[in-house]
């Protein structure tokens, strides 16, 4: 049987067919012909979509998957919530596209998003609207702190990912993407990330004294460290792409303090993690920090129309008129959508869910902890991984997460992998989701990652 994308199946996870069904293997074979060879999820996960509801989506052939992916963590409060959607369509008829003027759904937008920022920072906070995407955010942050320090270098992290722009890719730690463009964005370092389960310097847990960032304090303060006082240092408080690694406490504080006590601006990248993800509206609230600048993108607007920010300490504003722009930074819809979801985040205690919710994964997931093939479980709020690994060697586990990948998703079950190799089973659910929706997945999952190690021996 099967679907146009406008007729809603029973919303339970079901697949009816081999994957990809007959109408989706139609679609992929259009896509393959007539789209660029860089198209990356339908790879791994062979579907067609034709709509989607809160936690669930459904393909071109009607089956049905609970949706751990999320639009790779856009959809925060899921798949077209009505909230949502309404606001957008009541927008679309009064005003779509404002470039950078001033109107209501800006201001309203604006007020709703400062806010959720911690009282000592909202009062000193500016805004700047960038273009769609992630990573022009992070092209305007960086641009910003080179215009205001003067300065041209730049720290980030192994491991991290900023994006796949030309300057945001410089600053992603991952070589394979950046080996294929030359002259790249020069004056980079890269610094050691408090990365436990594979310790960057080489110690053992019992050893540990957070020396990882011993080397950046080090490099920094030493007049012979041979690295200029850079312009910005740039952190993710949750490596997503990088394999869904917390930060260390210790790690991020005692970044935050050198980075003040040499007048540093401190870039947090919360593209991934920002708008509830790990249970406080930004992670850095977890580790009681104040950072200079904050990037946001992925679910400001909640439900997937584009919107990219950044917020800064006004005693940054040094930017000349037109300094960064972009065509499309005055979507009203996204603005009308955002102000709403705020609302519901609120109204609904959004927040108390993900933690909830993410105890509860945490729970589910807990009994991997003694799994041969498991290296860690790992996250903050709705925001998961496992990592995989040969318990022979230590070598990350690749064609097993493969194979659970591909599982689950026959199950009804969509996750995402990351990290090291593509050895790290990501779960990142709408920030809504059940109870009943996370203990469905979990067994789904769980045994998938059973029925995968037997073929994986």
Known sequence: MTHTPTTRPALAPRVDCDLPGPRSAEFLEHQRQWESSARAYPRNLPIA??????????????????????????????????????????????????????????????????????????????????????????????????????????????????????????????????????????????????????????????????????????????????????????????????????????????????????????????????????????????????????????????????????FYDQRLDGWAPGAHTGTFRGNQAAFAAGTAAVHVVRRDDVLGNVRHRGRQLEGRLGVLRGHPWVREVRGLGLMWGIELADPRDGRPASGYARAVQAYALRRGLIIELGGRDDSVIRLMPPLTVTAEVIDLAATILLDAIGHCEAAVR
């Open 49 to 310: 979509i034709a709509g989607g509801e809160g936690d669930y989506l459904w393909d071109m052939d009607g089956n049905v998957f609970i949706d751990f992916l999320a639009g790779a963590g856009v959809l925060s409060l899921g798949h077209n919530h009505p909230e949502l959607v309404h606001a957008a369509t009541e927008q679309l008829h009064v005003l779509t596209h404002g470039l950078d003027f001033p109107t209501p759904a800006k201001r309203e937008f604006v007020d709703a998003q400062l806010s959720m920022l911690p009282p000592d920072l909202r009062s000193r906070m500016r805004m700047h609207f960038c273009g769609p995407g992630g990573a022009n955010a992070v092209d305007a942050a960086i641009k910003l702190c080179k215009t205001v320090t003067g300065r041209g270098d730049l720290v980030s992290f192994q491991g991290g990912f900023h994006g796949s722009s030309h300057a945001a890719m410089a600053l992603t730690g991952l070589v394979a993407q950046k080996r294929p463009i030359a002259n790249g964005v020069p004056g980079v370092h890269f610094f050691p990330y408090s990365y436990c389960a594979r310790c960057p310097v080489g110690l053992s847990p019992d050893s540990c004294e957070t020396n990882c960032v011993g080397l950046l304090e080090r490099s920094l303060r030493d007049p012979n460290g041979g690295i200029p006082l850079p312009a910005a240092v740039i952190l993710e408080l949750v490596q997503g792409e990088g394999g869904v690694i917390p930060a260390d406490r210790d790690f991020v504080r005692r970044v935050r303090a050198l980075t003040a006590e040499l007048d540093i601006p401190l870039v947090v990248d919360e593209v991934q993690t920002g708008c509830g993800r790990t249970g406080t509206w930004f992670a850095f609230e977890h580790y009681d920090i104040e950072p200079d600048v904050i990037i946001a993108s992925k679910a400001l607007s909640g439900m997937g129309l584009p919107v990219a920010v950044i």
